[in-house]
């Protein structure tokens, strides 16, 4: 990797901060409801940790909603930026946490919510219907053949894993237009300024301001019209 390569690279880390910074007061503005063209209106909030930092000050926050706490705003006001968050998205009609690294875009500590939670638990469950049945006198359930095994919840998990960085991604790029935007310094910059000190913020003026530099949804090609 040239030297060149490098130095842009470390130039530009606090892009991936701004990321956390911006979703982060988005989701306490728009009461913990982020929204993108595409995916529509999902619940999205920080949980459990956020990492502020800035030279060789930094800031750990853990605590069921460490951003709404006065700490994380002070770090905020002290000229720290979020380097790592715990984040839950809730998204048709589950619950997905996360820590997201924003200097790498990098997704650690990923929980879902798949069919392999509940197969656990049916599972624990026939374990005790089999005892209690043996108890009673009944015989125990026929044991399952080797050519019916389900792979079913491997891939729920590899589906879901890839509908949330689906859903990351379209927020990053939802960002980077409004951070390579004129709204950005004439909107985003005073909105952020007035969040962290504490001040309201012109939810709705926000919103327009936003929703005027997002491309429009990109419309379905692949279905063919029928003759």
Do not use: C, N
């Not at 624990?124 to 044991?143: A, W, Y």
């Not at 949330?164 to 790029?173: C, D, K, P, S």
């Amino acid at each position: 990797m040239s030297m060149q390569l490098v130095d842009l690279i470390e130039k530009r880390r606090f892009v991936g901060r701004e990321f956390l910074l911006l979703a982060w007061m988005e989701s306490e503005l728009f009461e913990s409801t982020l929204s993108t063209r595409e995916h529509g209106s999902f619940g999205f909030w920080l949980e459990k940790k956020l990492a502020l930092s800035a030279g060789q000050e930094s800031t750990k926050i853990t605590s069921p909603m460490p951003g709404v706490g006065r700490d994380a705003k002070e770090a905020l006001l002290r000229g720290q930026l979020p380097e790592s968050a715990g984040i839950r998205i809730a998204w048709k009609g589950d619950e997905t946490s996360l820590v997201l690294a924003g200097e790498q875009f990098a997704v650690r500590s990923l929980k879902l919510t798949t069919l392999l939670d509940a197969t656990a638990e049916l599972a624990t469950g026939d374990v005790l219907d089999e005892m209690m049945g043996q108890r009673k006198g009944k015989p125990p359930p026929k044991p399952k053949a080797d050519d019916e095994d389900d792979d079913t919840p491997f891939y729920e998990r590899m589906r879901l894993t890839r509908e949330l960085e689906a859903l990351l991604a379209t927020l990053y790029r939802d960002f980077l237009t409004l951070r390579l935007s004129s709204t950005w310094d004439g909107v985003m910059v005073p909105a952020l300024s007035r969040w962290a000190l504490g001040k309201p913020v012109d939810v709705e003026t926000y919103q327009a301001a936003r929703q005027k530099q997002l491309p429009a949804r990109t419309k379905d090609t692949s279905k063919r019209k029928r003759g």
